[in-house]
């Protein structure tokens, strides 16, 4: 079964940096996801993306996160200078469509732990 | 969005059938039921979707009265590897919709041998 892929499992960084965590979506689906969950708290979105651009964005989404598809399999989000309560679990996502019956697939995650 | 009640927590033993009803009062005519499971450490994965009545699948059924203001999962004859949160999801159809999935906090089942 096809699934999400997600490198790096584990990024540590310090606070500050910039950190790019990167995501292979399933080859035919059109729409794209990240998310993040902060441990022990929900699933939280953060941006939708399609056609090289970005369909909705929550107020996490603030100016220091852009994501890219820069070829025609990767998916990236950007972190440009983590903070403290930058540290969770980031997932990506994938789907056909956006559709309610369109079913998003998730990748393992990226933990990300800010210093 | 319709907002979503579940219970937080739930016990269980191996080879019981488990329960978990989420209410959704605010259930708009273009909504759809979606459940979610998430194991620790893991991204969510789905597990069944429906607009109403029942719907089966391999490894649950989704049972939604007539008036779509509440759900229930069922998970037949659990085992230890079930334990994990389920997310009850209410996903809209709207023109507006971009995909976005709201996941509220989740029911922690916890599987006992």
């Known amino acids: 079964e096809p699934e999400v892929t997600q490198t790096p499992s584990h990024q540590v960084t310090q606070m500050g940096q910039e950190v790019i965590l990167r995501c292979v979506p399933i080859?035919?689906?059109?729409?794209f996801y990240w998310y993040r969950q902060i441990l022990g708290q929900k699933v939280e979105f953060l941006v939708s993306f399609y056609n090289n651009e970005i369909s909705e964005k929550s107020e996490i989404f603030d100016d220091q996160f852009s994501v890219e598809r820069p070829d025609g399999s990767n998916f990236t989000l950007k972190i440009r200078s983590t903070k403290l309560e930058d540290s969770a679990m980031y997932f990506c996502?994938?789907?056909?469509?956006?559709?309610?019956?369109?079913?998003?697939?998730f990748g393992p995650g990226t933990r990300l732990t800010v210093l | 969005l319709a907002k979503t009640t579940q219970p937080i927590s739930m016990d269980s033993y191996e080879g019981q059938e488990v329960n978990i009803t989420c209410s959704h009062n605010n259930i708009a005519t273009n909504d759809y039921i979606t459940w979610y499971q998430q194991f620790p450490s893991q991204g969510p994965r789905f597990i069944i979707q429906?607009?109403?009545t029942k719907v089966t699948n391999e490894v649950a059924s989704l049972f939604i009265p007539a008036d779509r203001k509440s759900s229930t999962l069922s998970l037949p004859r659990v085992s230890l590897s079930d334990t994990a949160v389920y997310y009850c999801l209410v996903v809209s159809h709207g023109s507006g919709n971009t995909g976005k999935l709201i996941f509220g906090q989740g029911t922690t089942l916890q599987v006992k041998p």
């Open positions: 080859s035919n689906h059109l729409y």
């Open positions: 429906g607009y109403k």
């Open positions: 996502a994938s789907s056909v469509g956006r559709g309610p019956t369109d079913t998003q697939y």
